[in-house]
């Protein structure tokens, strides 16, 4: 037996999407503008994850610009026949696409684009008889009658020719009357039923999940009686636990089911992790399914009846690197890219090394910036920095990034005749010093930030030459959240570097970077 505590991957994962390999389970989750794209992880227990990759991990794979929360929507992850399937939608370049591997680790394929194939939150289905069919959600041909007026539909998708084929037909319109967002389909055959389950009401405070079923694929779906079938939406304001939907079914190889799906913890009302990825039990009943069978809600430890299987390093709170290495660490991301336009961890062996360059992370661009994701509202984020600012323009030091519009950067600059450390933070596009202070040790060793978050709350302590001082307390969280800067991301904290608009040609060292839970 083994116990998994929800959420089973914390952080900014959201729209998970789970497929089995004989006794292997793997998930994909949404990456948007970040990069790379598409985190993979794997598990044999359903309760212990290691991640094992990012899918969409060059730039051939993954042309996204813009706003932080465009680009990777959605994807489906499936194996059929020795072959790994990915699909998903880059809403910034190409729509709807699939790649493809045999392996989970890769690597995969160039991405497979789909003409006419209009929507998003795509997925495949494998049919007995061997065929591959694409079902995913698209605006009403007749017009959109309101926001999210939107239909679940299907088609036959050819593997050889790499093109949707025949007719589509529309098979759902969601459960509610007039429904808004259908999305996030999800096609399985279970005995004599395709069983569709989805989302719909939105990613947020109405987000919810269905299901409908048909004996025919190409034919209007039933829905169940008891739609939507789960739902955190009843629960209230205050509920710790909010936004629950966006569902993956899985049997293991004994027959008994699972759903993995997103869902938000909330601080003082708000999330600034982003949504995550969750597990529940699921039940069948007159051939429905049940999910969280007596209980109704997620909930924070699930048995299972699989046997423990525990992992060297897995997606906990140990979010620990040091730069001896020559590759990056899987888990930090950039926006847009990750390449070595950015970076160098040979140039100062021992020290990730970031380039100052004119781009700023306030702009929709490439900065130089590599971040972990937030994985909790008690951390403790932790940041060696060796810079020595030529200009008044270039500065050096760490994130607390939600998007362009809504961060916090705590950074070394130049002060009057020496360096001096400042928080500078931008809400809404506003920016404000907060804090500043001179720094006297020499510009060769490392400065610790050390950023301190607990209850939607910061301070801010500085270690330099033997000594550590408070530089800010009390710092509102607030503005950095999902309600109050919008979008689909949680935070994530990191190393920065800019010129701010200016001629670059400087550097940036970092000794060190840990993100830990703080209580």
Not at 32 to 53: C, I, M, N, R, T
Not at 94 to 105: C, L, S
Not at 193 to 215: D, Q
Request: proline share 5%.
């Amino acid at each position: 037996m083994s116990i998994a505590h929800n959420p089973i991957l914390k952080g900014f994962y959201p729209d998970p999407s789970i497929c089995r390999a004989g006794e292997d389970f793997y998930i994909a989750v949404s990456s948007f503008v970040y990069a790379p794209g598409v985190p993979l992880f794997h598990s044999k227990d359903l309760a212990h994850w290691e991640q094992v990759g990012n899918i969409l991990d060059r730039e051939s794979q993954l042309p996204v610009d813009g706003e932080i929360s465009r680009g990777i929507f959605a994807p489906t992850i499936r194996f059929h026949e020795g072959t790994y399937y990915m699909i998903t939608t880059n809403v910034s370049h190409g729509g709807n696409f699939y790649v493809t591997a045999e392996k989970p680790e890769g690597p995969w394929s160039e991405p497979n684009y789909l003409e006419d194939c209009p929507g998003i939150d795509p997925s495949l289905f494998f049919d007995d008889d061997g065929k591959c069919y694409y079902v995913g959600t698209r605006p009403n041909p007749e017009g959109d009658r309101y926001n999210g007026d939107w239909e679940i539909w299907v088609q036959e998708l050819d593997l050889e020719k790499k093109q949707l084929v025949g007719e589509s037909m529309a098979i759902w319109k969601g459960a509610v009357k007039d429904v808004i967002w259908p999305e996030g389909p999800h096609l399985y055959k279970i005995g004599d039923w395709y069983y569709l389950v989805h989302a719909e009401g939105g990613t947020g405070p109405e987000h919810a999940i269905s299901v409908a079923r048909s004996k025919e694929l190409f034919h209007w779906f039933e829905g169940c009686p008891r739609n939507p079938i789960f739902s955190h939406r009843n629960l209230g304001k205050d509920y710790p636990i909010i936004y629950a939907g966006h569902g993956d079914l899985v049997d293991d190889a004994d027959g008994n089911w699972y759903i993995v799906m997103l869902a938000s913890r909330q601080c003082k009302r708000h999330c600034s992790i982003g949504r995550e990825t969750f597990l529940a039990k699921v039940e069948w009943e007159d051939g429905w399914p049940v999910i969280a069978q007596g209980v109704g809600r997620l909930e924070e430890t699930v048995e299972l009846p699989l046997a423990e299987h525990l992992f060297a390093e897995e997606n906990d709170w140990s979010d620990s690197l040091h730069f001896h290495g020559k590759e990056l660490d899987q888990r930090l991301v950039g926006i847009e890219k990750r390449d070595e336009t950015i970076y160098s961890l040979t140039e100062r062996p021992g020290y990730l090394r970031l380039y100052t360059r004119p781009e700023r992370i306030e702009d929709t661009c490439y900065p130089s910036y590599l971040g972990l994701r937030q994985k909790d509202y008690g951390f403790a984020a932790s940041c060696g920095v060796v810079f020595d600012p030529k200009t008044e323009h270039e500065c050096g030091g760490v994130v607390l990034f939600q998007n362009h519009e809504n961060h916090m950067v705590v950074e070394i600059v130049q002060s009057g005749s020496g360096r001096g450390v400042r928080i500078r933070t931008v809400v809404k596009g506003a920016e404000e010093v907060i804090a500043e202070r001179g720094l006297q040790a020499d510009a060769a060793e490392p400065v610790e930030i050390l950023i301190k978050g607990k209850e939607q709350q910061a301070c801010v302590w500085i270690r330099e030459a033997g000594e550590t001082w408070l530089l800010k307390e009390g710092i509102d969280l607030l503005p950095y959240t999902t309600e109050e800067a919008g979008g689909f991301v949680g935070c994530t904290l990191g190393m920065y570097t800019s010129s701010n608009g200016q001629a670059g040609g400087n550097t940036c060292d970092f000794a060190w970077f840990d993100l830990k839970r703080a209580e």
